[in-house]
């Protein structure tokens, strides 16, 4: 993985994200030298899930309504299936995720989290990939869905499960440091 010391990346999630997909990218990322924030609609701790039984819980570190791009270096969106279909309803985060897409700035979805891409209307002409259950839902948003470990179009990194998660932060990583905002 690509040394992204000094980055600062940002994971939105909320209650029922899939455990792996949101700790083994945070503590990968931590380990290679970046600082990770967590924004959630609001401060209590958020129920993970490991496929459909409860895991660990996490405290949010800041407010989805506080996040302000202009201090983070990139975007991931972890699935499961109650966090991207709660959060594609809150217009923060779908803001959040739109705004991060148009400025450049890599932003990667895991398992469902492509929901989030879907509802802020950035698949368009994207090569992109998901959980089976998704791939429609990217195809009706114009997306060209392939089936792959992980697919990289642009600023937009997507992954299908917990099993791409190796090959997922590597493109993510790459993709922060390509973007050359912080030193590699």
């Given at each position: 993985m690509p040394a992204i010391?000094?980055?600062?990346?940002?994971i939105i999630a909320t209650d029922g994200f899939e455990q792996?997909?949101?700790?083994?990218?945070?503590?990968a990322l931590i380990a290679a030298g970046a600082s990770v924030t967590l924004a959630s609609p609001d401060l209590n701790p958020i129920q993970g899930m490991k496929h459909d039984e409860k895991g660990d819980t996490i405290t949010p570190d800041i407010r989805l309504d506080a996040?302000?791009?202009e201090g983070y270096d990139g975007l991931i969106l972890?699935?499961?299936v109650a966090n991207p279909d709660t959060l594609r309803t809150n217009a923060a985060a779908v803001s959040l995720v739109r705004a991060f897409v148009t400025t450049g700035k890599p932003v990667a979805a895991i398992c469902?989290?492509?929901?989030l891409l879907v509802e802020a209307d950035v698949v368009n002409g994207r090569t992109v990939t998901g959980w089976p259950?998704?791939?429609?839902?990217?195809r009706n948003a114009g997306g060209n869905v392939v089936d792959q470990a992980v697919a990289v179009d642009g600023n937009i990194i997507t992954s299908r499960n917990p099993d791409d998660i190796p090959a997922f932060i590597e493109a993510f990583s790459q993709a922060v440091v390509e973007?050359?905002?912080?030193t590699a």
């Open positions: 010391t000094n980055s600062r990346i940002l792996s997909e949101l700790f083994d990218p945070r503590d996040v302000r791009i972890p699935g499961g469902h989290g492509p929901w259950s998704v791939r429609t839902d990217l973007a050359g905002t912080v």
